[in-house]
C-alpha cells in the first residue's frame, strides 16, 4: 500500500475522481495538498493539508513536519503548482520531474532558451522587462509580433502586434494587460514566484513572473495542442485538439475539436516533435501538455508543460480515447509500468462561452436538460454570479465551457450548437 499525495489548486470533475476512486481499489491511499478554495469528495482521501500554496517554502516545511512518508507525489492540472509538487516529489525521494525543469516549464522566457539549446524549432524571442525594452523588442523581431507574460497561462494578457493601429494602442494594451496580471497574481498566484522561491529551485537567472515579456515573432497557421504521459522518457499520444482562437489582436481559445484529423505523414512529424521537445527540456515522468503552430516554415513549439492540459482535456481525452490521464499520471508517479493502445472512440466539440461586454454577472441560466443529455459530456461554470467580467483588453474571462460528441466532427459541432442553445448569461 503506497501512500499518494495529490497537489492541487482547484476542486475536480467526477471523471478525475473516479480516477481516485480506481486507485483507492488498488489498496492505495490518497492525501490532499490544497489551497482550501473547495472541499473535496468525501471518503476520497485519509486527509486533506491546507495551506497557503504560494508560499512554496512553508508549504514544504508544513507538508514535512506532517511525518507521513509519501511514496509518490502528483499533480492534474494547477500549471503555477508544477514547481512546488517537483519539489515534493524531491523532498520525499519519489519520482517525478526535477523541479528546475519544472521551473523552465512555468517561465516561457526559461524553457524557449532550453528548447533553442536543443535545437527545437520556435519562433525568434527577446525577454522585455518595462514598456521601453518592449518597444525595442518589438523593433528587433518586427511586426507582426506576438506579447506576452513570461508566468502567463490561458493566454492571459497576451495580445498581437499586427500594424500600424496596434502600435497606437500598444500602451494602452500593455498596461491594461500587466494591470490585469498583477491582480490575478494577489488573488491567484497564478504568475508569481519570489526570488527566494526561485533559489529554492535551483533557478539563478531571475525573472519577473508577472511583468516580465517576451516579444515573439508572430506565428501564423493553425494551432493544436498534445496531451502525452512521458515515462522514463518514453512519449504516449493520448489527444492531439485543433485549436480556434479568437481574432486578433488576442489569442484566447474559443473552441476546439478532438482528435485531429490528419495523415498518417502528419501524425508521424506531430510525434516526432514531441519526443524532441520533451527531450530538450528535460522531462522524465509525468504528463505533458504542448501546444504546436503548423507555420510556413514548418511545425514550431508554442509552449510545453508537465501537466495535464486545462479546462476540459482531461474529460474529454477520457471520452475519446477511455484513458483516464489522472489514473496514468497517479500510476506514472507509482513506477507502475504501463503498456497502451490509443485509438479515437468518438469525436468532440467544445466551445468556451465568452462576455461580450464589460460588467457584472446578473444571472445564469442553464437548462435542465443540459445536464441529462448523453451527448453533452462536459459543462462547467468558469464564472459565479456576482462576478465582473469582461473581453480584452479590460479582463480575460470564460463564463463557461461546453463539450459534446458524436460520431463525425460535424454530429460533435450539430450536438455542442444544441447545448450552447440552452445556457445564457445575463450581465448587467
Same mark, same amino acid.
Not at 494594451?173 to 497574481?185: G, M, P, T
Not at 475539436?257 to 510525434?271: G, Q, T, W
Given at each position: 500500500m503506497s501512500k499518494i499525495l495529490i497537489v492541487t489548486g482547484s476542486d475536480y470533475t467526477d471523471q478525475v475522481y473516479q480516477a481516485f476512486s480506481d486507485v483507492l481499489a488498488l489498496g492505495h491511499q490518497l492525501y490532499l495538498l490544497s489551497d482550501g478554495s473547495f472541499e473535496p469528495?468525501?471518503?476520497?482521501?485519509?486527509?486533506?493539508?491546507?495551506?497557503?500554496?504560494?508560499?512554496?517554502?512553508?508549504?514544504?516545511?508544513?507538508?514535512?513536519?506532517?511525518d507521513i512518508r509519501f511514496d509518490?507525489?502528483?499533480i492534474k492540472t494547477s500549471e503555477w503548482l508544477t514547481p512546488l509538487t517537483a519539489l515534493l516529489a524531491k523532498q520525499y525521494g519519489c519520482i517525478g520531474n526535477d523541479p528546475v525543469t519544472a521551473f523552465n516549464c512555468r517561465s516561457k522566457y526559461h524553457m524557449r532558451r532550453e528548447l533553442e539549446k536543443g535545437g527545437v524549432p520556435i519562433p525568434k524571442f527577446e525577454l522585455c522587462k518595462n514598456y521601453a525594452e518592449l518597444l525595442q523588442a518589438i523593433e528587433q523581431i518586427g511586426i507582426p509580433c506576438v506579447a506576452k507574460p513570461v508566468?502567463?497561462?490561458a493566454s492571459y494578457g497576451t495580445f498581437l502586434i499586427m500594424n500600424a493601429e496596434d502600435m497606437r494602442n500598444l *500602451?494602452?494594451?500593455?498596461?491594461?494587460?500587466?494591470?490585469?496580471?498583477?491582480?490575478? /497574481?494577489?488573488?491567484?498566484d497564478v504568475f508569481a514566484f519570489s526570488e527566494e522561491e526561485m533559489d529554492l529551485?535551483? =533557478?539563478?537567472?531571475?525573472?519577473? #513572473?508577472?511583468?516580465?515579456y517576451l516579444v515573439e515573432e508572430y506565428m501564423d497557421g493553425p494551432e493544436i495542442s498534445v496531451d502525452a504521459i512521458v515515462q522514463n522518457g518514453r512519449v504516449t499520444i493520448f489527444g492531439v485538439e485543433d485549436q480556434i482562437r479568437m481574432k486578433p489582436p488576442y489569442v484566447l481559445q474559443i473552441a476546439a475539436?478532438?482528435?485531429?484529423?490528419?495523415?498518417?505523414?502528419?501524425? /508521424?512529424?506531430?510525434?516526432d516533435l514531441i519526443c524532441q521537445t520533451v527531450k530538450a527540456v528535460g522531462l522524465r515522468n509525468s504528463a505533458t501538455h504542448t501546444e504546436i503552430i503548423f507555420t510556413k516554415d514548418g511545425p514550431k513549439i508554442v509552449e510545453i508543460g508537465c501537466r495535464i492540459g486545462g479546462d476540459d482535456l482531461h474529460d474529454t481525452i477520457l471520452e475519446a480515447t477511455g484513458y483516464n490521464l489522472m489514473y496514468e499520471s497517479i500510476m506514472v508517479?507509482?513506477?507502475?509500468?504501463?503498456?497502451?493502445?490509443?485509438? @479515437?472512440?468518438?469525436?468532440? #466539440? #467544445?466551445?468556451?462561452?465568452?462576455?461580450?461586454?464589460?460588467?457584472?454577472?446578473?444571472? =445564469?441560466?442553464?437548462?435542465? &436538460?443540459? *445536464?441529462?443529455?448523453?451527448?453533452?459530456?462536459? #459543462? @462547467?461554470?468558469?464564472?459565479? *454570479?456576482?462576478?465582473?467580467?469582461?473581453?480584452?483588453?479590460?479582463?480575460?474571462?470564460? $463564463? /463557461?465551457?461546453?463539450?459534446?460528441?458524436? &460520431? &463525425?466532427?460535424?454530429?460533435?459541432?450539430?450536438?455542442?450548437? &444544441?447545448? $450552447?442553445?440552452?445556457?445564457?448569461?445575463?450581465?448587467?
Open positions: 469528495h468525501p471518503g476520497i482521501f485519509e486527509k486533506h493539508f491546507v495551506y497557503d500554496l504560494r508560499k512554496t517554502g512553508e508549504t514544504l516545511d508544513y507538508i514535512k513536519s506532517q509518490a507525489v502528483t508566468g502567463g497561462n *500602451k494602452q494594451n500593455y498596461e491594461s494587460s500587466v494591470d490585469y496580471l498583477r491582480k490575478k /497574481a494577489v488573488t491567484e529551485i535551483g =533557478i539563478r537567472d531571475h525573472v519577473d #513572473m508577472v511583468t516580465d475539436r478532438l482528435p485531429y484529423v490528419c495523415d498518417s505523414k502528419r501524425e /508521424a512529424e506531430i510525434y508517479a507509482l513506477g507502475i509500468k504501463r503498456h497502451y493502445e490509443v485509438r @479515437a472512440l468518438c469525436h468532440t #466539440m #467544445m466551445q468556451f462561452v465568452l462576455p461580450e461586454k464589460e460588467g457584472v454577472i446578473e444571472e =445564469i441560466f442553464v437548462d435542465e &436538460s443540459l *445536464k441529462k443529455d448523453p451527448n453533452v459530456y462536459n #459543462m @462547467a461554470l468558469c464564472s459565479k *454570479k456576482g462576478d465582473k467580467v469582461g473581453p480584452p483588453p479590460y479582463s480575460f474571462d470564460y $463564463l /463557461a465551457y461546453v463539450g459534446a460528441k458524436g &460520431s &463525425s466532427p460535424a454530429e460533435a459541432q450539430t450536438n455542442l450548437e &444544441s447545448a $450552447l442553445r440552452r445556457i445564457s448569461f445575463t450581465i448587467r
